[in-house]
């Protein structure tokens, strides 16, 4: 039983992941960028392991930069799913985009209590552009996972994203379906909606909120043990659905200035329960993450 839930756990997980690796922001300035500039494009790099970053995009201009950054989980939940052990994770990810479409990444995540700690590292590539006057963008991406046990149930996975945005880019929504296959293979549907409150912002400075409404669906296996009605044995049930997972609310808080990005968000999970699932409580966690960028077109 161990060995099947730290196969499930991984399953999950590896769905929970994928909101970050899947996920690429995308921004586009002049090749003259004062500090307002530089705000601008960190406003549009939104990061957090549990969501999607903002898909936004500006036509007609160019951008080569590099964003780093680092997240900090207080705890870890696969799908909105307690993983049985209560420890923080830490999600290191570096990033490449281009104006010409091009965009990479490579990221990994580290528990601090699971063996191995250093769980996997994912190495993305994409292509994005625009249509509908730039109200839309789309963004097809392949990504390959290494990991550190000998999991190969998931090894790689193609992303396709959607997303819209009003004109004053206060409010959007993204929507994205990912195949995932290795040994064996699964499908997953993530849509995410955002608002963009401005607290305070200048030329130097900006602090900001952003409330996140999040939806996942996938295909899962779930395997369980029950009980024959005439018999004191238990047999094993393998159970194959494609369910809603989870809904998650996120409320970060956003200080950017200059190349830097700090962001404390709250995250509030509200799992949905399938097969023989039955229960699942509400979990919380707060997330910390710092981000710096470093515009290459200077």
Not at 23 to 50: G, H, M, P, V, W
Not at 195 to 212: C, D, E, H, Q, V
Request: glycine share 6%.
């Amino acid at each position: 039983m161990i060995k099947f839930y730290q196969k499930i756990k991984t399953k999950l997980q590896v769905f929970g992941l994928l909101l970050l690796t899947m996920a690429t922001s995308f921004c586009s300035y002049a090749q003259e960028r004062s500090d307002e500039d530089i705000d601008n494009i960190l406003d549009d790099l939104f990061f957090d392991d549990k969501q999607f970053l903002d898909e936004l995009i500006e036509g007609g201009n160019s951008y080569n930069f590099i964003y780093t950054s680092v997240a900090y989980n207080s705890n870890t939940y696969f799908s909105g799913r307690d993983s049985g052990t209560n420890q923080f994770n830490s999600i290191p990810q570096i990033s490449y985009y281009h104006s010409s479409g091009f965009n990479a990444s490579i990221s990994g995540v580290y528990y601090q209590n699971f063996s191995p700690q250093w769980d996997f590292t994912s190495i993305s590539l994409g292509y994005l552009n625009t249509f509908g006057h730039n109200k839309f963008i789309y963004n097809l991406g392949y990504t390959k996972y290494f990991y550190s046990d000998d999991f190969d149930d998931f090894t790689n996975s193609i992303d396709l994203s959607l997303g819209v945005r009003n004109k004053k880019r206060t409010l959007g929504s993204t929507f994205s379906v990912s195949y995932l296959f290795g040994s064996d293979t699964s499908y997953q549907f993530i849509s995410n909606s955002f608002a963009r409150i401005n607290l305070i912002r200048n030329s130097t400075f900006a602090l900001r909120l952003r409330p996140t409404l999040s939806f996942i669906a996938a295909k899962q296996e779930y395997t369980y043990l029950q009980r024959f009605r005439t018999s004191p044995f238990l047999r094993t049930i393998t159970e194959e659905v494609f369910s809603f997972l989870n809904t998650q609310i996120l409320i970060p808080l956003s200080f950017t200035t200059k190349s830097w990005d700090f962001e404390l968000g709250y995250s509030l999970n509200l799992p949905h329960a399938v097969a023989n699932e039955s229960n699942l409580p509400t979990t919380k966690f707060f997330s910390l993450s710092v981000g710096y960028l470093f515009d290459l077109s200077k």
